[in-house]
Every structure is written in C-alpha cells, then in structure tokens.
C-alpha cells in the first residue's frame, strides 16, 4: 500500500504493530477521530463512528458529483 504522504488515522494500542506497518510505507499518523485523504476514510474505534461516517458519506457524495451521468433504461409512461 503506497501512503507516501498521506495522512492516516488508527488507535494505538499495546501491542499494536500498525504503527510499525504504516509509517515506513509513507504515513503519517493523526490522532483524530476520522479523516479522508484522497480516496482513503479513516477512523479509530467505534466511538468515532459517526465522525468516521461523516466523512465516508462527504466522500461519497463528492465522488458521485464528480462522476459522469450514468443513462438509464428507464421507461417514462
């Protein structure tokens, strides 16, 4: 996973090696409940779900506005 520059969210936890993991491949850790960088939603722990909904559904929604209108096969009576 390339993360060179990109900013990334977890919770660190004894014995936890993601830190170990993510930093050499480019990351740069944040203590913050979410966050998005790019196409990437992160978040820590289930406390911080409605953040880290928030921003999945702030990305969802700017990825279908940027998306080209879809056809479709609907009949109009």
């Known amino acids: 996973m390339r993360l060179?520059?990109?900013r990334i969210?977890?919770?660190l936890a004894e014995g936890v090696e993601e830190l170990e993991f993510y930093v050499p491949a480019g990351g740069t850790w944040v203590d913050a409940?979410?966050?998005r960088e790019g196409h990437?939603?992160?978040g820590r722990v289930v406390a911080d779900i409605p953040?880290?909904?928030r921003e999945l559904?702030?990305?969802l929604i700017e990825?279908?506005?940027s998306a080209p209108?879809?056809?479709t096969n609907r009949l109009t009576v």
């Open 4 to 6: 060179t520059g990109k």
């Open 63 to 65: 990825a279908a506005a």
């Open 9 to 11: 969210a977890f919770l």
């Open 69 to 71: 209108p879809q056809q």
């Open 51 to 53: 953040a880290f909904c």
């Open 57 to 59: 559904v702030a990305a």
């Open 40 to 42: 990437l939603v992160w």
């Open 33 to 35: 409940p979410a966050l």
